[in-house]
């Protein structure tokens, strides 16, 4: 190794007056340790809640660094005596991802993810069409009956917090599954159903309330729920009435009711892409 680290000097110092510094196996395990390190705290990131705080915090120190370009030296003064305070907000607001990510290594479970990260893995789409068509037909044979439904279609944020609070599936999505999951009286009826990819996930979840003061009060906790997630989350949520049968969607805050079977599969289709449909472009909570 110091031979041929000497070679390259010594062509590197002839022709462009350079030279590699000295590199040992102890060095070269430093910075495998520091990448992985990395990885999984960009991967822990991505997976929760934290990307979206993340990316604000980003924005935050953007802000002061444009202000110590520009010499906006009372903007800084203020970030100076803020900063420690922020740090400790920071603990706070990052409390529930920080305790899932020390359970996640007090597990054991961080060196197992590391060798099975996935080398050239693509994804052409999202959801096989097969899955679309039975997400349509069940949201709407449900809606027949009157059997109050809630599903979570994730799209790139994991919803895993969100899984963990009901009993996980991991089972292939078929239309008479959500029939029978839904179904009044039995043991996985109460809750969200979560969906990623061709699987059902999760059956049972718990999702956060929307506290929207715009929504309609007639509105009930399935659909408050629907909206709840999507507001933390870019899922699309599928919500099924139990009172009239009415098929609605939630994205980004935003609730459209009664859908027909077509615009319900365009919302649906409209994942595999990431484009969000016209309808969405307006507010419609109240309609």
């Known amino acids: 190794m110091s ?13 462009f007056n350079l030279a590699i510094p000295d590199i040992s196996i102890i060095d070269i395990v430093e910075i495998l340790i520091i990448a992985v390190f990395f990885y999984e705290v960009f991967a822990w990131i991505k997976n929760t ?12 120190l953007a802000f002061f660094i444009l202000a110590a370009v520009l010499q906006m030296h ?12 922020g740090l400790v907000a920071l603990v706070v607001v990052f409390q529930p991802e920080l ?11 961080l060196f197992r993810s ?7 893995k693509t994804i052409t789409k999202r959801f096989s069409e097969r899955t679309i068509t039975d997400l349509v037909k069940a949201s709407f044979e449900m809606g027949a009956a009157k059997t ?11 919803l895993t917090e969100y899984v963990r609070t009901g009993i996980e599936l991991d089972s292939v999505l078929t239309r008479q599954l959500l029939i029978n999951i839904f179904e009044k009286n039995t043991p996985l009826h109460d809750g969200a159903v979560i969906v990623r990819e061709d699987r059902v996930v999760a059956a049972t979840c718990y999702l956060p309330l929307t506290e929207n003061m715009e929504l309609s009060k007639e509105l009930g906790t399935r659909h408050r729920a629907a909206v709840g997630i999507s507001e933390v989350s870019d899922a699309l949520t599928i919500v099924v009435s139990e009172e009239t049968g009415k ?37 419609s909570q109240n309609d």
């Open 3 to 15: 031979r041929f680290i000497d070679w390259l000097n010594e062509i590197l110092g002839d022709y």
């Open 49 to 60: 809640r934290a990307w979206m705080l993340f990316r604000g915090i980003l924005f935050i």
């Open 74 to 85: 009372t903007i800084l003064w203020l970030g100076e005596r803020l900063l420690s305070a």
């Open 99 to 109: 305790r899932n990510a020390l359970e996640h290594i007090g597990r054991g479970r």
């Open 114 to 120: 590391i060798f099975s990260i996935g080398i050239g």
């Open 148 to 158: 109050g439904a809630l599903i979570v279609v994730e799209k790139d944020v994991k």
């Open 247 to 283: 098929v609605s969607v939630t994205r980004d805050g935003t609730l459209l009711h009664d859908l027909t079977p077509d615009q319900l599969l365009e919302e649906i289709q409209s994942l595999q892409t990431g484009e969000v449909t016209p309808r969405f472009s307006w507010r």
